[in-house]
Nanobody, 118 residues
Framework: QVQLVESGGGLVQTGGSLRLSCAASGAPASIYTMAWYRQAPGKQREWVGRITNVGRTDYMDSVKGRFTISRDNSKATVMVYLQMNSLKAEDTGVYYC??????????WGQGTQVIVSS
C-alpha cells in the first residue's frame, strides 16, 4: 500500500511561487501515473495535473503555463513535485497527491494548504 505525505504549502502573495512535494512510499509507486489534486474552501476536490511514470505531463486548463509537475523515481520513496508560479487567489486550497487512476486509489494524505493573498 502506498503512503502519501504532502508538504511545502504556505501563504504567498498573488504572483508568487511555491513548490509542493509529495513523498509516495510503499508498494512500487514508481510505476504509477501520479496526479495532484486540490480542494478549495466549499468546493469539491479537483484534478490539477498528472505525470506518468516516464514523465509525460498534462494539466487542467487554468494552470497550464503556470504549474509544472515533476517526479523523482530514483529512490524507494518516489517524490512528486508541483512547481506553482504566477499564483492567483483562485489557486487557494488544500493540495493533495494521489494516483491518477479513478481520481485517486491510495489512502489520501493530509494535504498541504496553499493560501494566495491579494
Amino acid at each position: 500500500q502506498v503512503q502519501l505525505v504532502e508538504s511545502g504549502g504556505g501563504l504567498v502573495q498573488t504572483g508568487g511561487s511555491l513548490r509542493l512535494s509529495c513523498a509516495a512510499s510503499g508498494a512500487p509507486a514508481s510505476i504509477y501515473t501520479m496526479a495532484w489534486y486540490r480542494q478549495a474552501p466549499g468546493k469539491q476536490r479537483e484534478w490539477v495535473g498528472r505525470i506518468t511514470n516516464v514523465g509525460r505531463t498534462d494539466y487542467m486548463d487554468s494552470v497550464k503555463g503556470r504549474f509544472t509537475i515533476s517526479r523523482d523515481n530514483s529512490k524507494a520513496t518516489v517524490m512528486v513535485y508541483l512547481q506553482m508560479n504566477s499564483l492567483k487567489a483562485e489557486d487557494t486550497g488544500v493540495y493533495y497527491c494521489n494516483s491518477d487512476l479513478r481520481g485517486g486509489t491510495f489512502p489520501w494524505g493530509q494535504g498541504t494548504q496553499v493560501i494566495v493573498s491579494s
